[in-house]
């Protein structure tokens, strides 16, 4: 936290719930502020699904000072759409099913898996903040920047 990264190749190629090939740089370029990336272990799970709801609740005071948010999972394109439509959510889901940027923001688990966390990037490339959290604190974490 506080590292200015660079973001020309960081995290590798990812995709959005819609199948379009990005990559956070290209992201953080979009924005406004920054983005926000919280990572779930699984689509359609009962704590990942508390968590998109909670950012879904959460996301007109989050995203009001221009920070865009995104949902970061290892699920298929096909998992997160329907998770997407299914809980009404207003911001997109990304695929890294390599977990390559998941990787590159400290937040896999080792041997395999994802650690539900919290990850936010200012224009600058600025890490403001990189840490596990729970459902409700990943949110609230972010609650705290705004």
Known sequence: VGDVVDLDGF??????????????????????AGVVLFTYPKASTPGCT??????????EP???????????????????TTFKDKQKLPYPLLCDPKATLIGAIGLKKSPKGTQRGVFVIDKEGKVLVAEPGSP???VDRVKKLV
């Open 11 to 32: 995290g590798g190629e990812i995709e959005t719930n819609d199948g379009e090939k990005t990559t956070l740089k290209a992201l953080v370029d979009e924005s406004k």
């Open 50 to 59: 508390k968590q998109v709801c909670f950012f879904r609740d959460s996301y």
């Open 62 to 80: 989050l995203t009001a000072g221009g920070l865009a948010i995104y949902g970061l999972s290892t699920d298929s394109p096909k998992a997160n």
């Open 136 to 138: 409700q604190g990943t």
